[in-house]
């Protein structure tokens, strides 16, 4: 059963310490990689009970959620449990939460569901892709799955070799010859408003941050809404915040961010316009840290169809 709380106007003190977290994202140097998200930890929980933690200081919350995150006491605290810690918190702790993470892995493989409304028209079927990550340089593999919107495309990016081009085919019966294309190009941006640089936890975590910069810089309010949802599968705790403006100052008129119980990165989006109506839903299915040779980012690798 699915329980919801208003918290109200999130006061400017939240504001504040978004605009000082709105940086790019890094990996945070003082904490180990944390385990996949099927991984049990060694982690100890926390022993404060979480109806208490909203009395702790600052540090102690934000120490309170990763201890309860990476020994598995938050994702076994029920619905009304976690609307209710997630309220009693200080307005700075999820920030720093998420700003601390980390947000992603230095190299992770992904499965994601993603759909985006394309010149006005929502489509009947969601994208589903296999995507590999790696940082510096940044590079990524992905591929649409057979089960999904547009199956059969690849794509391949390396900043290192053409930071400004994708490689690519279209996939399908067609199999058109693939070719690199600008990642702004008519081409990229026929199927997605997001560049090839845009997939990944680390970009809706920074997105995060980034839009409560825009609250101070406008002298807005923000207003949330916390909720426990499950979206295709993925339990999360879901933030709505909705804009006084709306778009084109805000990314989207209101936006849903789905915490995920295990990891300090969002793992669901769901976006909306000053019309009402969604625009973007993106879902993180499965995220797993891994290291890769230098062929799961070469076109000439032989598993692939370029």
């Known amino acids: 059963m ?3 709380l208003s918290v109200g106007l999130l006061n400017r003190t939240l504001l504040t310490a978004a605009l000082a977290l709105g940086a790019p994202l890094a990996f945070a140097q003082n904490d180990a990689t944390p385990p ?6 060694a982690v100890a929980a ?48 999820l920030p720093r939460y998420i700003k601390e993470g980390p947000n992603g892995y230095p190299s992770y493989e992904l499965t994601m569901s993603r ?16 995507v590999r990550i790696a940082h510096d340089p940044l590079r990524i593999y992905a591929r649409w ?38 990642l702004t190009g008519s081409l990229a941006r026929a199927q997605s408003n997001h560049q090839v640089r845009d997939l990944g936890t680390e970009y809706i975590a920074d997105q ?10 406008a002298g807005l309010p923000r207003s949330t809404q916390v909720e426990v949802k499950t979206i ?14 709306g778009q084109p100052q805000f990314y989207a008129k209101k936006e849903t961010l789905g915490l995920d119980l295990r990891h300090p ?11 009402g109506n969604i625009f973007e839903k993106i879902v993180f299915e499965t995220i797993t840290p891994t290291t890769f040779d230098d062929a799961t980012f070469d076109p000439k690798n032989k598993a692939y169809k370029f």
């Open 2 to 4: 699915k329980r919801s």
């Open 36 to 41: 996949p998200l099927e991984t049990a930890s």
């Open 46 to 93: 926390p022993t404060t009970p979480s109806s208490q933690v909203g009395k702790l200081t600052l540090d102690q919350q934000v120490k309170w959620l990763r201890a309860a995150q990476r020994s598995g006491a938050m994702e076994k605290l029920d619905d009304a449990q976690l609307v209710a810690l997630f309220q009693s918190l200080d307005p700075l702790a």
């Open 115 to 130: 759909t985006e409304r394309i010149h006005g028209q929502w489509p009947d079927k969601a994208d589903h892709m296999l």
């Open 145 to 182: 799955l057979p089960d999904g919107a547009h199956a059969g495309q690849e794509i391949i990016y390396d900043e290192s070799k053409r930071s400004d081009e994708m490689y690519g085919h279209l996939g399908g019966m067609l199999n058109v010859m693939p070719l690199w294309t600008s």
């Open 208 to 217: 995060y941050l980034s839009e409560g910069k825009k609250y101070i810089a």
């Open 232 to 245: 295709d599968g993925v339990r999360v705790v879901a933030f709505t915040f909705e804009t006084p403006t």
């Open 265 to 275: 990165y969002f793992r669901t989006v769901e976006s909306y316009g000053n019309d």
